[in-house]
């Protein structure tokens, strides 16, 4: 079982940065990838940024590709993503997730979720 657990949404004013963490707690050494993920109301969820964990390798969006930056802390068994030059199309609920499968990057199967942080930003 894996539990996370998300932080550090909030509201903020284009141009902006927030940095979301997620901490990952229970048997989490098959969990090959994770994610972020968004949605806004009135449009469907879509993957933000995601990292094999074993390696490190991320892929992006191309909405905030350059500007978000996703990264783990092993020793923290905690993910984070960096969102710089906010706009205000960014703000949605962000949902971190997780998956013992790949690839990552497609952001499909993720089955782990966490609760949810909501990112506002305003013009």
Do not use: H
Not at 90 to 107: S, V
């Amino acid at each position: 079982q894996v539990q996370l657990v998300e932080s550090g949404g909030g509201s903020v004013q284009a141009g902006g940065s927030l940095r979301l963490s997620c901490a990952a707690f229970g048997y989490i050494a098959s969990m090959n990838c994770m994610a972020w993920f968004r949605q806004a109301p009135g449009k469907e969820r879509e993957g933000v940024a995601s990292i094999y964990t074993g390696v490190g390798t991320t892929n992006y969006a191309d909405s905030v590709k350059g500007r978000f930056t996703i990264s783990q802390d092993n020793a923290k068994n905690t993910m984070y993503l960096q969102m710089n030059s906010l706009k205000p199309e960014d703000t949605a609920m962000y949902y971190c997730a997780a998956k013992g499968g790949w690839p990552c990057r497609d952001f499909v199967r993720y089955n782990f979720w966490g609760q949810g942080t909501q990112v506002t930003v305003s013009s």
